[in-house]
């Protein structure tokens, strides 16, 4: 099973992180995505595990010499897309980073292009397989809060220094499809809902000099059944603040209220007096799972489809933003 | 300085809870401000603090005998603006439960009946006087968190057996106007900035058999200098959750992070290593405050204008979710 890394400007560490729990795989090749990424960081991180992946300058050269198994994909977000197509026409299996297009029309191609390949293609919203994440999706599964009616879901982030792709539009493809997402796709995930509506803003203002970056957002989807969700985005977390990032989630049903927040799950329902920390489930690996799957002997969580229709729910949520108005699906 | 106290379906212990301190004022009569009012409760309580009230079956004679100062006003919420409006043109004091309209129209004519009396009108936006959220909001006038750029504000209820009244529109006037307006002052009283636009939703789905009410809603709210706030208001709080209610709001601005969650107030910025739990300042009071006002000897925090102000915001959001649109102010 030999792996090839096309870029580092994303979360190419779930992919490192895991391989080396299978014997059967190794990173055979190294390439930037985009013009300018430095991959000697990369490259040293994957000889320290204990390969030796050949490094090129150009990733078709990668994927034509070295023919791999599977790409992990992360260069920068605007160029995600025309990436994978390049893996995908060459019935390479994509694991690339979310979202997998910034633009409707490199969406439309990429999905066009999947369903040509028989390759398997999952964007990496790793944030399923941490472990509060998972077991709280679990405990909505098995009912504990009844029907979902409505969710709040929260990402902040220290801002820092970003690199320079991320004062670009282009290259970045905005705040709410980069770290909104993540919130976006548990909307969907956990509700098990469509999307029908969404009215979101966001702003640029306060962004210490990182160009077109927004620094604020706020999203409201309708969903099947009329059920709501809010996504609230911003990288104005204080530097001293205790962790980089504070993801949370309230899911409101029926029968109960479930929070993930602080990388802990809490659960009030018809059945519990007060309020319950829930234990959490053991972590299971992204990026094994796509092995698996690829192997044919599994199915890890997110789908072609799932990365796909979320995708498009970004973008549908970043046009009505820079629109100001209301995007029906 | 006698005061009249006008049905019995909101929070008129607001005012009980404070007269007791104010040796000049006296509860002089009581009446219900909506047809079925049973006022047997409210008169017991007024005798227990040891006034001597007289109990009237219609306000309209009571004003005109009794000749109050102020009036307490907390009928049922569709009838507010009417009965507030022959409170005002005796050039009584309105102190009147909020929404003060639940209809545009209506909320005009109050506009123009307070313009044209000299009497007093704050809505009971009690919450601003909580020590939590009065502390929070000193916190923020004093630039703890910079600029405000987002807000999150939560309302979250157990619901109950509710009364009749609450099933139906047009006695009820909405759960976005109802529990949605004290999260909706927030977001216009710690940010001092101007409602833009709203997007709203709400759903009357799975509410147990209470007719017409809406028991989850979300409101997304655009204000000046591209700040952006959103109002999840929900009755699903589970029955044997540890309180009531949940009341939230979190405060994003360029220096800081201020968080109200169970009743305490938590502060993350530039200066403070980790988060801070802020210390609660004392207890004000509300309507003796407003007492205070009609004296002539200082103002209380809610003002005619601002209680006018953000029932057009709950109604101009109310709006919203019944026509599935971005309602512009």
């Avoid at 090839?4 to 930037?32: F, M, Q, T, W």
């Avoid at 640029?204 to 077109?212: L, M, V």
Wanted: hydrophobic fraction near 35%; charge should be negative.
């Amino acid at each position: 099973m030999k792996v090839v890394i096309i870029g580092c400007s994303g979360h190419y560490s779930y992919a490192l992180e895991d391989i080396k729990n299978d014997r059967d795989a190794s990173v055979a090749g190294i390439a930037p995505g985009s013009e300018g990424e430095d991959m000697s960081a990369v490259y040293q991180e994957v000889c320290n595990l204990g390969y030796t992946p050949r490094l090129f300058d150009d990733y078709i050269s990668m994927l034509d010499e070295v023919k791999p198994d599977i790409a992990v994909i992360n260069c920068f977000f605007g160029h995600h897309a025309r990436v994978t197509m390049q893996v995908l026409k060459r019935e390479i299996h994509a694991f690339v980073e979310k979202p997998v297009a910034t633009t409707f029309e490199e969406l439309e191609e990429l999905k066009d292009s999947y369903s040509r390949s028989g390759a398997h293609l999952a964007a990496m919203f790793g944030i399923r397989y941490y472990p509060h994440f998972y077991t709280a999706w679990n405990m909505v599964r098995d009912g504990t809060v009844g029907q979902i009616r409505l969710m709040n879901a929260q990402k902040s982030y220290k801002l820092g220094r970003r690199n320079e792709f991320y004062k670009i539009r282009s290259t970045y493809g905005g705040t709410i499809p980069w770290v909104g997402s993540h919130a976006i796709d548990w909307l969907y995930w956990f509700s098990g809902e469509k999307f029908e509506s969404v009215f979101a803003s966001h702003s640029a203002r306060y962004n210490r000099g990182h160009g077109e970056l927004e620094v604020s957002a706020l999203c409201h989807f309708t969903l099947s059944n009329q059920v709501f969700g809010s996504v609230s985005i911003d990288y104005l977390r204080p530097q001293k603040a205790p962790t980089h990032d504070d993801d949370r989630l309230r899911v409101v049903g029926t029968k109960g209220i479930l929070e993930v927040r602080n990388g802990k799950v809490f659960l009030m329902n018809d059945e519990i007096d007060g309020i319950r920390e829930i234990p959490l489930q053991s972590k299971r690996s992204m990026f094994l799972e796509f092995i698996e799957q690829v192997r044919g002997q599994g199915e890890c969580l997110i789908s072609a489809q799932d990365s796909f229709y979320v995708t498009e729910a970004c973008l549908k949520a970043r046009q009505s933003a820079d629109e100001e108005k209301v995007i029906l699906f």
